[in-house]
């Protein structure tokens, strides 16, 4: 571990990230403690949740970035689709997309440990689906409608759906076109990303 003014260089699991060092716990984890707490800078409690919580995903860095308004809190390891070059375009190519997007949903009965849903297929994935004759107009209407009220679009059109992030390692481009993370990183995601949580994702 590494300290450089408020910033630290950690390594986990043979990945290096960086995080700030107000999110670092002040003390130390017994052997049965299997998630990580964000704490406050008053050491003597655990850090509320983040007034305005961001993600932003850096697909050639494999990088996660946590903010919090204009303020970078942490920085993560990320393992994407088994396809990671290129943005997603329809079903089972393997592709994590690219875009804004939003959390639509949480599970935390996940088969990946916790996961948070995203907004794919959004408005612009739509409408280039359909002027490709990918979808048909009642699709794309049907897709504008739930963006436009804020919940999650159709995920069983040709564009594919279930993009998550979600638990279970960084250590590979593994998944289906999820975002992964290892679950200590998706304890703290889960803590402080709620439904409609802007979430970016950068080629």
């Known amino acids: ?7 630290i260089k950690v390594r986990y699991n043979n990945e290096t990230g960086y995080i700030r060092s107000d999110l670092l716990s002040k003390t130390q984890p017994n052997e049965n403690t299997t998630q990580r707490t964000l704490e406050a800078e008053d050491s003597s409690a655990e850090a509320a949740a983040l007034e305005n919580p961001k993600i932003i995903v ?20 990320i393992g994407l ?15 994590t997309p690219e875009g804004i997007y939003y959390v639509c949903t949480r599970n935390n009965y996940s088969r990946f440990y916790l996961s948070l849903g995203l907004s794919y297929p959004n408005i612009e994935d739509a409408k280039e ?5 990918l979808i048909d107009q009642g699709t794309y209407n049907q897709i504008e409608d739930a963006i436009n009220r804020g919940v999650q679009p159709p995920w069983n059109t040709a564009l594919g759906g279930e993009i998550m992030i979600h638990g279970h390692g960084s250590q ?26 802007t979430v970016i994702i950068e080629p």
């Open 129 to 133: 689906a359909l002027d490709e004759g």
């Open 58 to 77: 850096k697909k050639d860095d494999r990088i996660l970035q946590l903010w919090d308004d204009d303020s970078l809190r942490a920085s993560y390891p």
């Open 81 to 95: 689709g088994w396809e990671p070059v290129g943005d997603k375009k329809k079903e089972g190519d393997g592709k």
């Open 172 to 197: 590979s481009d593994w998944t289906a076109g999820c975002i992964a993370v290892d679950n200590d990183v998706m304890d703290i995601l889960w803590e402080n990303c709620g439904l409609g949580t």
């Open 1 to 7: 571990m590494d300290k450089k003014g408020e910033w």
